[in-house]
């Protein structure tokens, strides 16, 4: 989009950090990384642990065969490796607009 992008060294020297803090810009680009990154953060942490909780207390329900020899707490394993890359995937999407709205920020503010 024309926006010149230069080293961070550059960019640094260039911005006025208090102007671009006490932008209102710059705060909707905070709360919408915060939108994203707490709930995928809490998403994952309570995924993550659900496995040792669910074989913890319904050992019986998970070592039942789901998919021919293997059990539900190993398709459970196996779908956490398939959501961390769901995650991971959403989450580089989701800051390359972050990437693009910081650019246009400091734009906004060289000198």
Do not use: H
């Amino acid at each position: 989009d024309g926006i010149p992008i230069g080293t961070g060294a550059e960019e640094a020297a260039d911005a006025d950090w208090n102007a671009i803090a006490a932008d209102p810009d710059f705060k909707k680009l905070l709360a919408a990384k915060a939108m994203f990154i707490l709930p995928a953060t809490v998403f994952f942490i309570v995924y993550y642990f659900s496995l040792p909780v669910l074989v913890g207390w319904f050992p019986e329900a998970m070592s039942k065969p789901a998919i021919g020899p293997m059990n539900w707490a190993y398709v459970f394993a196996f779908s956490q490796f398939i959501m961390a890359w769901i995650l991971a995937f959403l989450y580089v999407a989701a800051a390359a607009g972050w990437d693009r709205q910081a650019a246009t920020l400091l734009a906004k503010f060289r000198k």
